[in-house]
């Protein structure tokens, strides 16, 4: 770790590197402005949410706001990663302050904190520290340091309003109406109760008729986002068709996003791995939901993950793919640390990831044997890096090197804590193909949504980088990291303007986000896992795309540094 030493520029001169008595330092008028913008914010007790080091510049967050420390002013010690801080203290022989066994140029002061110069500060994970000249140290504790919780514990589903939405009130984005037979909600995510579903989409702007009305089955689904108030569903329609635009089929999701109160992470994800060019995009559009007559707020329309003409679209695997060219696929899988409880898995041997069975549900034991040795001798190639005696074959024999850059460039920009392989994150074997990363799923607690893993509010570290396979791919294969930055450069400007299109989904909703927490009532108030939580939807929109912009201008930086 670089140690960085809090001493102001414009006393920089004066600073002596060794034992000898230094001359006294010239007077200063008045402290740095940062300094000063940090005391000010203890003062009025605001709440500390992190700090991002940028490239001369650290950037402390507050709730609803910041503070831009250059390093000309004031150097803020990265302690984030356990090393211990400096040792600061007054050297009352020569009359100096001392840290890290330097005797500086400042003198103790008198006066109150703002009167004083700052000495020596540092940031930790529990929170941000500074010693001041005049002996006193002022600290702020981070609100996004939590351990991971078991799971969300969040507030009960309010009581639906009699008259939730006026009948003259103007929608921009699409309308859904699901209404079951016998009025019941789903209550598991197994039984499907059956009903009709009515999409209306009044100004065409996704689909080519304004209404589109079918029978379906309805029922829950999602992990932790089912245990939420507001629910997420499944929605299979009694025959294949085609959604606001979106290809035919039966199975559809309306996703709640719940703990994301911008509501717009999942899309602008999608819009990403549309721009990266993954081999299916699964289509996402914002629309407001009653459920039985009665308004549930904002969800995201989608299509469901599955094998199929126009999403995964690959030949599966039959039983009688039990020999030759037949046993290298189809296959389609996730990655799931707790696949052991399903019931056709595998894990490999050298890393350990594990991965469940989507396509086929239960293939042969000779087609599992196949995949299993498959996913083993490429995880060998992997070891192998760095080696002399690395054999014939090489990773790229048995991945798709694109797909694997591709996942990785946007994964690592969402900063998504599930992006570690060990759920959410979808592998396709085509028959006589490589292993592909087909397409990306799930971005709710991503882009500096999350308190946990990695510490999420902070729009730098690499997350993805260091784990599992990529580990050995960044750290022993320079052409492999060659290619990453090849395609970064490639595209950097599509990346670029997505703040711009995050401005445009906001413009659909047009009021919609206002009568979604007038339903649930939750802004300015912690969702697990939520890292920072403001009090209007405009400051979650304005965070959103800070982080965003952060993390690129970071990731630029980062990768060419590699």
Same mark, same amino acid.
């Not at 010690?77 to 890290?100: I, K």
């Not at 490999?348 to 989507?358: F, K």
């Given at each position: 770790?670089?140690?960085?030493?809090?001493? &102001?520029?414009?006393?920089?001169?004066?600073?002596?590197?060794?034992?000898?008595? !230094?001359?006294?330092?010239?007077?200063?008028?008045?402290?740095?402005?940062?300094?000063?913008?940090?005391?000010?914010?203890?003062?009025?007790? *605001?709440?500390?949410?992190?700090?991002?080091?940028?490239?001369?510049?650290?950037?402390?967050?507050?709730?609803?706001?910041?503070?831009?420390?250059?390093?000309?002013?004031?150097?803020?010690?990265?302690?984030?990663?356990?090393?211990?801080?400096?040792? +600061?203290?007054?050297?009352?022989?020569?009359?100096?302050?001392?840290?890290?066994?330097?005797?500086?140029?400042?003198?103790?002061?008198?006066?109150?904190?703002?009167?004083?110069?700052?000495? $020596?500060?540092?940031?930790?994970? *529990?929170?941000?520290?500074?010693?001041?000249?005049?002996?006193?140290?002022?600290?702020?504790?981070?609100?996004?340091?939590?351990?991971?919780?078991?799971? &969300?514990?969040?507030?009960?589903?309010?009581?639906? &309003?009699?008259?939730?939405?006026?009948?003259?009130?103007?929608?921009?984005?699409?309308?859904? $109406?699901?209404?079951?037979?016998?009025?019941?909600?789903?209550?598991?995510?197994?039984?499907?109760?059956?009903?009709?579903?009515?999409?209306?989409?009044?100004?065409?702007?996704?689909?080519?008729?304004?209404?589109? /009305?079918?029978?379906?089955?309805?029922?829950?689904?999602?992990?932790?986002?089912?245990?939420?108030? *507001?629910?997420? $569903?499944?929605?299979?329609?009694?025959?294949?068709?085609?959604?606001?635009?979106?290809?035919?089929?039966?199975?559809?999701?309306?996703?709640?996003?719940?703990?994301?109160?911008?509501?717009?992470?999942?899309?602008?994800?999608?819009?990403?791995?549309?721009?990266?060019?993954?081999?299916?995009?699964?289509?996402?559009v914002s629309v407001e939901l009653w459920f039985n007559?009665?308004?549930?707020?904002?969800?995201?329309?989608?299509?469901? *993950?599955?094998?199929? &003409?126009?999403?995964?679209?690959?030949?599966? +695997?039959?039983?009688? %793919?039990?020999?030759?060219?037949?046993?290298?696929?189809?296959?389609?899988?996730?990655?799931? %640390? /707790?696949?052991?409880? /399903?019931?056709?898995?595998?894990?490999?041997?050298?890393?350990?990831?594990?991965?469940?069975?989507?396509?086929?549900?239960? !293939?042969?034991?000779?087609?599992?044997?196949?995949?299993?040795?498959?996913?083993?001798?490429? /995880? #060998?190639?992997? $070891?192998?890096?760095?080696?002399?005696d690395r054999g014939e074959k090489n990773y790229y024999?048995?991945?798709?090197?694109?797909?694997?850059?591709?996942?990785?460039?946007?994964?690592?920009?969402?900063?998504?804590?599930?992006?570690?392989?060990?759920? #959410?994150?979808?592998?396709? =074997?085509?028959?006589?193909?490589?292993?592909?990363?087909?397409?990306?799923?799930?971005?709710?607690?991503?882009?500096? %949504?999350?308190?946990?893993?990695?510490?999420?509010?902070?729009?730098?570290?690499?997350?993805?980088?260091?784990?599992?396979?990529?580990?050995?791919?960044?750290? =022993?294969?320079?052409?492999?990291?060659?290619?990453?930055?090849?395609?970064?450069?490639?595209?950097?400007?599509?990346?670029?303007?997505?703040?711009?299109?995050?401005?445009?989904?906001?413009?659909?909703?047009?009021?919609?986000?206002?009568?979604?927490?007038?339903?649930?009532?939750?802004?300015? =108030?912690?969702?697990?896992? %939520?890292?920072?939580?403001?009090?209007?939807?405009?400051?979650?929109?304005?965070?959103?795309?800070?982080?965003?912009?952060?993390?690129?201008?970071?990731?630029?930086?980062?990768?060419?540094?590699?």
């Amino acid at each position: 770790m670089t140690r960085h030493y809090n001493i &102001p520029a414009v006393l920089a001169a004066a600073l002596v590197l060794f034992s000898c008595t !230094p001359e006294p330092a010239s007077p200063v008028a008045v402290p740095p402005e940062s300094y000063l913008a940090l005391v000010d914010a203890y003062n009025s007790d *605001k709440q500390y949410c992190g700090i991002s080091y940028l490239s001369s510049t650290a950037k402390v967050f507050f709730l609803g706001s910041y503070v831009m420390v250059p390093n000309s002013e004031m150097l803020i010690d990265d302690c984030r990663d356990g090393a211990e801080p400096d040792e +600061a203290f007054f050297d009352e022989e020569l009359g100096y302050w001392n840290v890290g066994g330097e005797t500086t140029s400042l003198v103790r002061s008198n006066g109150t904190l703002r009167e004083s110069f700052p000495v $020596y500060s540092w940031a930790d994970r *529990k929170g941000l520290y500074v010693l001041a000249s005049n002996g006193e140290t002022f600290s702020f504790d981070d609100i996004s340091y939590r351990e991971p919780e078991d799971g &969300p514990d969040n507030p009960d589903t309010p009581e639906e &309003p009699d008259t939730p939405v006026p009948p003259t009130a103007k929608y921009e984005i699409p309308r859904v $109406y699901i209404t079951t037979d016998n009025g019941r909600t789903p209550s598991n995510k197994t039984e499907y109760i059956p009903g009709t579903i009515r999409v209306e989409d009044p100004s065409c702007t996704f689909a080519q008729e304004t209404v589109f /009305e079918a029978r379906m089955g309805i029922r829950g689904r999602g992990n932790t986002t089912w245990g939420m108030p *507001k629910k997420p $569903y499944k929605v299979k329609l009694d025959a294949k068709a085609g959604i606001l635009g979106m290809p035919k089929d039966r199975e559809w999701v309306l996703l709640a996003n719940y703990d994301d109160k911008s509501l717009l992470r999942n899309i602008v994800a999608m819009e990403i791995s549309r721009r990266l060019g993954f081999s299916w995009t699964p289509g996402m559009v914002s629309v407001e939901l009653w459920f039985n007559g009665a308004y549930q707020g904002v969800y995201t329309f989608s299509e469901h *993950k599955k094998v199929s &003409p126009y999403r995964v679209n690959i030949e599966v +695997a039959t039983a009688e %793919n039990n020999s030759g060219d037949g046993l290298t696929g189809g296959f389609y899988l996730e990655f799931e %640390n /707790e696949s052991i409880n /399903e019931p056709c898995w595998v894990k490999s041997e050298r890393y350990g990831v594990t991965l469940m069975y989507h396509e086929p549900e239960y !293939p042969t034991e000779e087609q599992q044997a196949w995949f299993r040795n498959y996913l083993n001798a490429f /995880e #060998s190639t992997l $070891y192998a890096l760095g080696h002399d005696d690395r054999g014939e074959k090489n990773y790229y024999d048995y991945i798709d090197v694109d797909s694997f850059i591709n996942y990785y460039i946007l994964e690592e920009l969402a900063k998504d804590p599930d992006a570690n392989f060990r759920k #959410s994150t979808y592998i396709a =074997k085509e028959r006589g193909k490589k292993m592909e990363l087909y397409h990306v799923w799930d971005f709710d607690i991503t882009f500096g %949504n999350c308190n946990y893993w990695g510490n999420g509010l902070i729009p730098e570290n690499f997350v993805l980088k260091d784990c599992v396979w990529y580990n050995r791919l960044f750290n =022993k294969d320079r052409d492999w990291v060659d290619a990453v930055v090849r395609r970064w450069d490639e595209v950097y400007d599509e990346l670029n303007t997505i703040p711009q299109y995050i401005d445009e989904q906001v413009r659909l909703l047009d009021g919609a986000q206002d009568r979604n927490f007038e339903r649930w009532d939750i802004l300015g =108030k912690y969702v697990w896992p %939520n890292a920072v939580w403001y009090d209007s939807y405009e400051e979650e929109i304005q965070y959103l795309k800070d982080f965003y912009g952060e993390r690129l201008m970071w990731m630029d930086e980062a990768l060419r540094k590699l």
